[in-house]
C-alpha cells in the first residue's frame, strides 16, 4: 500500500495551467475584500469556508460535469445511501502562500492515490488521479484571495466522496458525489509547538484486522469521537489506540500517526500493520529523517516498551503528525494504570520547521514535493 501511494506520487503530473480547464467555473456572490482579510487573520481550523467549492457526480460510468460552483448546502435525499451506511471517503491538504505571492500545494498526488485506495476498500468509484490534481488547482484558483500567507498559515482543502443514491438496500450505490471544499487555516500552534496530554484507550479501538483502518473514512473517526470525549473529560487532548489483536502495540491517534524517539538517536513509529493510515507527513518525515543520516525505523512497538524507555530515560521524545497540525509533540502519556511526561527534546521542533519550511517555499524542496498552482 505504501509502496504504490510513494510510486504513484513520485510520478510527473501536468502543469496547473493544463489541468486547469477541466473544471468548468460557475461564478457567483462573493465575500467582500474586508470579510476574507478577516477571517484570515485568525481563522482557527475549520470554521469559514471559501467562496468556490469544486463538484463532479458519477451516475453509473463515469464522473460528470466537473465544476467549481459557489459554496452552499446542498440537497441529499433522505435515502441517499451515505446517510444509512457510512459509505463516504476524503482527503486533507492544504494550499500555501509562498514569500513570492505564488500558492502551492504539497504532494497532491500521494492524496490522490490515497483516496482511490479508500475509494477501492469501500467499494466506491475511484477518480482518476489528474482528475483529483485539476479539481484541486480549479478550486485554490477560484478562491486565491483565500490563501493566507502568514508562515504556517495554509487554505485546507477537504475532498470528499460519498454515495448520494436513494436506495435503502444493502450494496454499494450507483451514485456518488465527489467534492473539495476549502478552509483557511491557522498555524495550528501559533510559535512552534505545544505539547498534548495523550491518552491511551484500552476499551476502544478505532479499527481492527481487515476492517478499514488503513483507509480516510468518516466511519473510523465516528468509532473514535466517544473515547476521545472521554478523554477529553478527563483532562487530556487525544487518544492513542492500540492495536486490536493484541491490545499492546501502539497504532495511532484518531486522525494522526505516531513517532517515538529514543536517546540513542533512533525513531520509530508503528509499521502499517494494515490497521494504520499511511500519512503522507508520516512518509515526509520518515524521509527527512533518514535524509538526515537518522536510522528511523518502522515496526512494533509495545506499549510497555515506551513506558519503561520513558521511565529510564531511553524515549527521550513521542509526538503525533498529520497534515492539519503538522506536528504535536507528546508531553504526556497516560492511562488507567500509568501516567508518565516526556522529557522533550529538539527533534520534533527541527522536524516541524525544515518540513514546514519547505511547505512555505523558504526551506529547499530537495524532494519535489511542492506542486504550483498559480
Ligand atoms: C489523515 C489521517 C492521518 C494523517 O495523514 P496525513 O496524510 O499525514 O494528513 C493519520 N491518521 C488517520 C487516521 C488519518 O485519517
Known amino acids: 500500500m505504501q509502496e504504490e501511494l510513494e510510486n504513484i506520487s ?28 478577516e477571517l484570515k487573520a485568525n481563522p482557527g481550523f475549520g470554521n469559514a469556508f471559501a467562496d468556490y467549492m469544486a463538484r463532479a457526480t458519477w451516475t453509473g460510468q463515469q464522473w460528470e460535469n466537473p465544476s467549481v460552483v459557489p459554496y452552499g448546502p446542498i440537497s ?22 509562498h514569500e513570492d505571492g505564488s500558492v502551492w500545494t504539497f504532494r497532491p498526488t500521494y492524496n490522490a492515490a490515497r483516496l482511490n485506495m479508500s475509494a477501492r476498500r ?28 502568514e508562515m504556517g498559515t495554509s487554505l485546507y ?24 471544499v476549502a478552509s483557511p487555516a491557522s498555524a495550528y500552534f501559533g510559535d512552534g509547538v505545544k505539547a498534548i496530554d495523550v491518552w491511551v484507550d484500552r476499551t476502544y479501538h478505532r479499527a481492527g484486522p481487515g476492517g478499514m483502518g488503513n483507509v480516510k473514512t468518516g466511519g473510523n473517526y465516528a ?12 483532562g487530556f487532548d487525544e487518544v492513542l489506540f492500540l492495536d486490536a489483536a493484541t491490545n499492546t502495540n501502539l497504532d495511532e491517534l484518531g486522525g494522526m500517526n505516531v513517532f517515538v524517539v529514543y536517546a540513542d538517536g533512533h525513531v520509530e513509529t508503528p509499521a502499517l500493520s494494515g490497521n ?6 508520516r512518509s515526509s518525515i520518515l524521509q527527512l529523517l533518514r535524509a538526515r543520516g537518522v536510522d528511523a525505523r518502522e515496526t512494533t512497538i509495545s506499549l ?31 492511562s488507567d494504570d500509568f501516567d508518565v511526561r516526556l522529557p522533550g527534546g529538539d527533534v520534533v521542533q527541527s522536524v516541524y520547521e525544515e518540513l514546514v519550511g519547505i ?10 514535493w511542492c506542486y504550483r498552482i498559480c
Open 276 to 281: 494504520i493510515l499511511p500519512g503522507a507527513t
Open 223 to 234: 468509532a473514535s469521537l466517544l473515547p476521545k470525549l472521554v478523554s477529553h473529560d478527563a
Open 157 to 180: 482543502l477537504r475532498p470528499f466522496t460519498f454515495a448520494s443514491e436513494a436506495f435503502l438496500g444493502v450494496r454499494a450505490a450507483t451514485k456518488y458525489e465527489y467534492m473539495v
Open 10 to 37: 513520485a510520478r510527473p503530473i501536468a502543469s496547473a495551467d493544463s489541468l486547469a480547464q477541466k473544471f468548468m467555473f460557475v461564478q457567483g456572490q462573493e465575500a467582500s475584500d474586508d470579510v476574507v482579510r
Open 122 to 149: 469501500l467499494a466506491i468509484p475511484e477518480l482518476p488521479v489528474e482528475d483529483f490534481v485539476a479539481s484541486i488547482v480549479s478550486v485554490v484558483r477560484a478562491n486565491e484571495r483565500w490563501v493566507p500567507s
Open 304 to 334: 510497555q516498551s515506551v513506558i519503561d524507555g520513558v521511565k529510564s530515560g531511553d524515549v527521550a521524545e513521542m509526538f503525533a503528525c498529520g497534515t492539519a497540525a503538522v506536528v504535536a509533540p507528546i508531553g504526556r502519556l497516560a
Open 359 to 368: 511547505q512555505m517555499g523558504r526551506v529547499e524542496d530537495r524532494f519535489g
Open 76 to 97: 441529499l435525499d433522505p435515502a441517499g445511501s451515505v446517510l444509512h451506511y457510512g459509505q463516504e471517503i476524503f482527503e486533507g491538504l492544504k494550499a500555501y502562500r
